[in-house]
């Protein structure tokens, strides 16, 4: 009989149960905060029409994307049989189709969250996926979109990171017209998206190369001189937005991307985000061509070739591919997959949780099984999660289930027991283990005061 390759594939991840009770956990406190703001949880297929994909991502989307092969259900609407079809790179596309084909059905502002698998043709390598988990919020206008809603975002990222308490964290905050009105200003030939997107590798190559490549696009030295000194602007929000104003530069694009930012640092001020963690960095551009003006990058501060753990941004006209609508939105994105394996490889994940029950009952004898399963039920109802042993196993072997699975409580129940209409509670006080005798008419309230602490 042949033996198949039972190993994952690389590029997409399995987790153990006590690691997946541990990933649940945080992506539960990311959707919990995101419905906190009002954001409604959506879906969309994982499958799209392949030009809907690339209409307006195109570049390194294009190189990466997974097409679907597909000659049966009756291929394209024009009637061809090979169905032009691919999976999804990220949420944020999709979004804007969504949007577009229920328009007259929305609400707007229209504010969405979206926490789904998403694929890209990655090459193989330590940390990057083929498959993963994005944690998506937009907020999606109607002709327009205040730029209110570019501070709200960052606040959000502030609330979710602080729950989540991997440390102390800076999300970095920058906006895309002072760069592409820093390009115009220096009277160029060159390419401004291509200028953008070597600006956003500045952190991932050499000094030396990220140069060339300015050079390989037109820019002179002193082009390149500029953009260097502009990039290595730091300080306090309000310094960095005096130095940009004091750069004197004429060009209406940097002027609107100054004043914007200033207005989102300033709001997130009033919204009581601590401004130690966050800050202007004026290297941040976001490679995706569809950000129009405020871009982030959060990253853990301890951490930080983990590199950036959320990043999202203001795209203006990332619909108009869809609908004659115009459709400005602003959104983030947590890439939840990358994450947790960064943590867990530097330890910080603490994945002790071999079960999602909180009561483990072990009937002793056959015969005691439908007495444990009375329980369960009533336990169950009063929103305990709670797991019964029904295969026959010898009392050590029953034991041994327990202890693997860790729950919070176990209770035991035999003949005695059951002929008492009692049950043994056992649990941990410290180091050690407890047992205790308990009536089965008040064991749903022993074990509530034991979990308040009430003795």
Not at 98 to 117: G, M, Q
Not at 257 to 283: C, N, Q, R
Not at 321 to 336: A, H
């Amino acid at each position: 009989m042949e033996k198949f390759n039972t190993k994952v594939l690389p590029g997409f991840m399995e987790l153990l149960p006590e690691e997946q009770i541990e990933f649940d956990r945080i992506k539960a406190i990311i959707a919990e905060t995101y419905e906190q703001f009002g954001f409604t949880a959506l879906d969309t297929p994982a499958i799209e029409r392949r030009k809907t994909l690339l209409a307006k991502g195109g570049g390194e989307t294009e190189k990466q994307i997974y097409n679907v092969e597909n000659t049966r259900g009756g291929g394209n609407e024009d009637g061809s049989v090979k169905a032009d079809l691919s999976l999804r790179f990220d949420l944020t596309v999709p979004l804007a189709r969504y949007v577009a084909d229920h328009f007259n059905s929305l609400s707007f502002p229209f504010r969405r969250c979206h926490i789904a698998k998403v694929y890209r043709g990655e090459r193989p390598q330590k940390g990057r996926f083929r498959e993963f988990y994005q944690c998506d919020i937009d907020v999606i206008g109607k002709d327009k979109l205040s730029i209110r809603y570019d501070a709200e975002i960052p606040y959000i990222i502030y609330q979710v990171f602080k729950k989540l308490n991997f440390g102390k964290f800076t999300i970095r905050i920058n906006n895309r017209k002072l760069l592409s009105g820093l390009v115009a200003s220096l009277k160029t030939d060159a390419n401004t998206t291509e200028i953008l997107r070597i600006i956003d590798k500045v952190e991932k190559v050499t000094q030396e190369d990220f140069i060339d490549m300015l050079h390989e696009q037109g820019l002179t030295e002193d082009m390149v001189d500029t953009l260097l000194k502009f990039i290595a602007i730091n300080g306090t929000s309000d310094e960095v937005i005096a130095q940009l104003r004091g750069l004197g530069i004429r060009d209406s694009l940097y002027e609107a991307g100054i004043d914007e930012l200033e207005t989102v640092t300033s709001l997130l001020i009033e919204m009581g985000v601590d401004s130690t963690y966050f800050a202007i960095d004026l290297s941040i551009a976001r490679g995706l061509d569809y950000y129009t003006g405020t871009v982030y990058e959060t990253k853990l501060d301890d951490y930080p070739k983990i590199g950036s753990v959320c990043s999202g941004g203001r795209f203006d006209d990332l619909a108009s591919f869809y609908t004659s609508e115009k459709l400005p939105g602003v959104g983030i994105s947590i890439g939840l997959t990358r994450l947790f394996y960064q943590l867990r490889e530097i330890g910080l994940i603490n994945a002790t949780h071999k079960t999602t029950a909180q009561i483990v009952i072990i009937p002793m004898g056959d015969e005691n099984i439908h007495a444990a399963l009375k329980i369960a039920r009533e336990l169950r109802e009063a929103h305990w999660k709670v797991d019964v042993l029904l295969e026959s196993l010898t009392v050590k072997k029953k034991f041994q289930y327990v202890s693997k699975k860790d729950a919070q409580f176990t209770i035991v129940i035999g003949s005695n027991e059951e002929s008492c209409g009692e049950v043994v509670l056992q649990f941990k006080r410290g180091d050690e283990i407890v047992k205790e005798r308990v009536s089965t008419d008040v064991l749903a309230e022993r074990i509530t005061s034991l979990t308040k602490g009430d003795e």
